[in-house]
């Protein structure tokens, strides 16, 4: 990822390692564990506004569960919508994602990406609540890769959860 210059990059975060055993039993739960420390590091609310103060490795990983969030709730139209397609798509996320291992999360984020490219303006544009609703009926090709995403994401999860685990230094101070 890269970082904004001028600002001051958080220290890792602190977590306990019984902390991390307890959430051992869910990948979702296991990577919150990490995010949650990020945000509780960063300003009320401004957690993807500070995303480039963190570690590179921590970047990835709070751009991953934004667009988790995004893409499970309303689909890449509601992530750009929101906000985040710059952020998801002009930036390194999905050459990170491939090298923690979530080759299948990479190559859909990468297709989107194109999509999202080649009809950005359309995409960006401010809309209405109705103009909104209208556009998942008028722009479809998002919805191939939608499908696949929830196909593979519980997989791809936990082959990041894994990445997380085995480079858990990358990510924060585990302490006893």
């Not at 307890?22 to 506004?49: C, G, H, K, R």
């Not at 480039?52 to 990983?61: E, M, W």
């Not at 809309?127 to 196909?151: G, N």
């Not at 791809?156 to 480079?167: C, D, N």
Request: hydrophobic fraction near 40%; charged fraction near 20%.
């Amino acid at each position: 990822m890269s970082r904004a210059s001028g600002l001051k990059a958080p220290t890792l975060p602190t977590i306990s390692a019984t902390v991390l055993n307890q959430a051992n039993t869910d990948d979702w739960e296991y990577l919150l564990v990490f995010i949650d420390a990020y945000t509780s590091q960063a300003e009320p609310d401004m957690l993807v506004n500070q995303l480039f103060s963190f570690p590179d490795d921590a970047c990835t990983l709070i751009l991953y569960s934004e667009l988790y969030g995004q893409v499970t709730n309303g689909g890449f139209i509601q992530m750009i919508q929101n906000g985040y397609g710059k952020l998801v798509f002009d930036n390194p996320l999905a050459q990170d994602l491939e090298r923690w291992g979530a080759s299948q999360l990479a190559r859909i984020i990468q297709e989107a990406g194109a999509i999202y490219h080649t009809h950005k303006s359309l995409l960006e544009r401010k809309r209405t609540l109705a103009e909104f609703s209208a556009l998942y009926k008028e722009f479809q090709y998002f919805d191939p890769l939608e499908t696949r995403f929830y196909e593979v994401m519980d997989e791809q999860t936990a082959l990041i959860r894994t990445y997380v685990e085995q480079h858990n230094a990358q990510f924060a101070h585990i302490v006893q």
